[in-house]
């Protein structure tokens, strides 16, 4: 057969084996197959070193690859779908152990970038047809001449701080008359009442609880190691950025569909148990999950002007431990301010805060062991802090805090380089694959995606450690002019350590007690949970039933194993108390206060303050008699102050000034009407309109500086729906509304059809 090129041979030349290799070959012959560093009949390299030396060799050259596929993309060379496939790995059927639960191979690009944003010849032309476009409208459009009025200017002099004398939180003391033995009864009956009896129960079963709790050594298991709800990919996350992570429908989402932020139903909360699932944890995230690999991952550890780099698998050579920390958000019951005052943030109920088991090594045990001395120059003389920063892009910039470098290294105060989380992986939402855990502080210092470590001779000065988690006095009603940047750079205003705080979670929302059920020795059951931060025990838990005269004591339980090194508790309790039906019914409400071991308890009263943190007033829940349909009987309807996000049933109204703020909100549009089908056609990030209180803005000029980032907004675009509405008012407050009149275009001042009122996010 003819062909059209020659058939030539080419033998490379080569040297051969030395003498040395000819006599130290082995007889292949005989004996077993497994000899160090020469391949066995599966085509394996076995040896007597390390099990996961091929998966790490691989690893690492995996990750070359891929970096230099990034730099590839970075430079400008298009890259197309077979390119993205071939260069992303798929390591998580073959170590499924490092992997949360729900985690899928997702491509780490998009069929839009693909597409449009690559600059592929017909892209470029694109955006040279836009850019021409848009510098001819600017040059059509007048410009306004005065500067951005800041938010300090704005408010008017008159401006009162007052706050409303309307919360007040309620807790119930428990009657133990379970323990009664018929011996001592007769004795007892003789001097005290009933209701004494019981007291002094509840006080013997306390005493005996307390002094039997057990120190946890940090080597036990989650007792909670199984979801209680199913997970999966959620329709309100299928055009986000979190469109790969599975997630409970349970949660109830604060700030609309992204980014994340959510608690799960108070009463669900506390019936899962005194350690919370994976699934039902509260959520807080600044932006779109990072989509992090395991094997790719590497923590940076910078001293002294070195850094150390850390791989995950090199964080599991550490010694661990495994133990239960409450986390609670600082914002938690953030909602009852903003029902006084709009804050700056959105509407926590009283389910921001959650009490899972977090393994991991400690952080001194990870800093000593790269260079970081325990005792750094001048300790005592100075002060030092541990930086700690994630992997998260965010709208302004990384998100990262610190804390002081003596209390980082404290072997009593446990701060954790978590990994797992109720024995299983980090869930995305909850920092997969490392985050720190520091006990006893606020959910905002314990950094998710936890990417770099530094030592520093100064505090953190990135912007979300400046401008969150802070609480200011409340005459500071805004986060710009001289005083609000004065103290939001207060080493004073920021929060670190949790507070006191207690909450009623039954009676529950919404729950009926027909009078029918007021029978004579009937007994109900008030429950709730309460923690505190720092360490400290909470030591009492009382609830009133007319509105704070008297005090009823109540019974107290905490996780298993609670004690940390003799006297610290970093987990949440539950605390429950029975007492009569009856009382119940006639109560004027429901309180609850706590206190610690410094004998401090709750304030009755809230503190406002601009960014709505650490509210911990009185729980007060409220009675009030309703006709029911269904029944002849009346029942008595018990209400929360307030239900999370943009719920309404609580028994707290807006303020008068709330009132009055929303009333201004409404004026100064333009009589303009469009039809949806004329809204609808503006829903992408080049032409975005939004639909807010009737009222239809063109955001698309909002989206570059949006603190939610755009997919926030572009999830709402072109969309008429009350939804719109109901997040942006959860999340903002009046002078949100008066830059989204002065920085997108008021359109109209409704649509033409029923759909009167719509939505933005946050």
Same mark, same amino acid.
């Given at each position: ?276 699932? =994976? ?58 301010? =903003? ?256 206190? =610690? ?155 033409? =059809? ?9």
């Amino acid at each position: 057969m003819p062909h059209s090129k020659p058939w030539v041979v080419k033998v490379q030349a080569h040297p051969g084996s030395t003498a040395e290799e000819i006599r130290n070959e082995p007889d292949w012959v005989s004996g077993h197959q497994h000899r160090i560093g020469f391949r066995d009949r599966n085509n394996r390299l076995p040896g007597l070193t390390h099990k996961d030396d091929e998966y790490r060799e691989e690893v690492a050259r995996e990750k070359q690859e891929y970096l230099a596929f990034q730099k590839r993309a970075k430079s400008g060379e298009l890259i197309n779908f077979r390119d993205l496939i071939e260069n992303q790995k798929d390591f998580h059927l073959r170590h499924p152990e490092n992997r949360s639960l729900g985690w899928r191979y997702v491509l780490n690009a998009t069929e839009d970038w693909v597409k449009n944003k690559e600059p592929w010849p017909a892209n470029l032309k694109k955006q040279e047809e836009e850019e021409k476009k848009k510098k001819e409208e600017e040059a059509k459009s007048d410009k306004k001449n005065d500067t951005p009025e800041q938010e300090h200017e704005w408010k008017r002099s008159s401006d009162k701080d007052k706050h409303h004398d309307a919360y007040a939180k309620n807790k119930e003391n428990e009657d133990k008359k379970q323990e009664k033995t018929s011996s001592e009864k007769p004795k007892l009956s003789d001097k005290y009442t009933p209701a004494e009896i019981a007291l002094l129960r509840a006080l013997e079963h306390e005493k005996n609880y307390i002094q039997h709790l057990k120190e946890n050594n940090g080597k036990r298991k989650s007792p909670q190691h199984k979801n209680l709800t199913q997970i999966s990919i959620d329709e309100q996350d299928q055009f986000s950025p979190d469109n790969w992570l599975p997630r409970s429908p349970d949660l109830i989402r604060l700030t609309g569909k992204h980014p994340l932020n959510a608690e799960a139903p108070l009463t669900r909360l506390y019936e899962a148990g005194l350690i919370t699932p =994976n699934e039902l944890h509260y959520v807080r995230n600044h932006g779109p999950v990072p989509r992090i690999l395991w094997e790719f991952h590497e923590l940076e550890i910078t001293y002294d002007g070195k850094t150390q780099t850390l791989s995950m698998d090199d964080l599991k050579e550490f010694d661990t431990i495994n133990i239960a920390v409450a986390l609670a958000c600082d914002g938690n019951r953030r909602k009852e301010l =903003n029902m006084i005052k709009k804050s700056k943030g959105f509407n926590w109920g009283a389910g921001g805060a959650s009490c899972a088991y977090w393994k991991g090594p400690l952080l001194r045990d990870v800093l000593l062991a790269n260079g970081v001395p325990e005792k750094p120059p001048g300790l005592g003389e100075k002060r030092y802090w541990v930086n700690f920063e994630g992997t998260d892009d965010l709208s302004e910039g990384k998100y990262a805090t610190s804390i002081p470098f003596e209390h980082a290294m404290s072997p009593n105060n446990d701060v954790i380089l978590a990994y797992e989380m109720n024995d299983v992986p980090l869930p995305p939402d909850h920092g997969y694959p490392v985050r720190v855990i520091i006990p006893g502080y606020v959910g905002g210092r314990n950094v998710k995606w936890l990417k770099k470590i530094w030592v520093s001779e100064k505090e953190n000065d990135s912007y979300y450690h400046i401008w969150d988690n802070r609480v200011l006095p409340s005459f500071v009603t805004e986060k710009d002019g001289p005083f609000a940047e004065a103290l939001f750079h207060h080493p004073d205003t920021a929060c670190n350590e949790q507070n006191l705080n207690s909450i009623i979670v039954k009676p529950a929302q919404g729950e009926r007690i027909p009078l029918g059920r007021a029978k004579k020795g009937e007994n109900y059951r008030i429950e709730g949970y309460a923690y505190d931060g720092g360490g400290h025990e909470v030591q009492r838990v009382e609830v009133s039933l007319d509105d704070g005269a008297t005090w009823l004591y109540c019974i107290r339980k905490f996780p298993d194993y609670p004690i940390r090194h003799g006297n610290k508790f970093w987990s949440w309790l539950h605390w429950h108390v029975d007492v009569e039906i009856s009382h119940v019914i006639r109560a004027k409400s429901i309180m609850v206060r706590c206190f =610690n071991v410094f004998k401090n308890t709750q304030p009755r009263e809230p503190n406002w303050n601009v960014m709505g943190m650490m509210n911990n007033c009185w729980y007060t829940v409220r009675p009030e008699i309703t006709e029911d349909n269904d029944s002849e009987t009346p029942s008595i309807l018990f209400r929360h102050p307030v239900e999370p996000a943009t719920k309404d049933g609580g028994w707290m109204k807006p303020s008068v000034e709330n009132k009055i703020a929303e009333a201004k909100q409404e004026a100064g549009a333009p009589q303009k009407e469009f039809t949806r089908e004329e809204i609808e056609k503006h829903n992408t990030q080049d032409d975005c309109w939004l639909v807010v209180d009737g009222k239809v803005y063109d955001a698309t000029s909002v989206l570059g500086w949006h603190p939610g980032g755009t997919a926030a907004i572009l999830g709402h675009a072109g969309k008429v729906h009350q939804e719109t509405s109901d997040e942006f008012a959860s999340i903002h407050d009046d002078y949100a509304y008066k830059k989204l009149k002065g920085e997108s275009t008021v359109l109209s001042m409704g649509v033409s =059809n029923e759909y009167q009122n719509v939505l933005l996010v946050s």
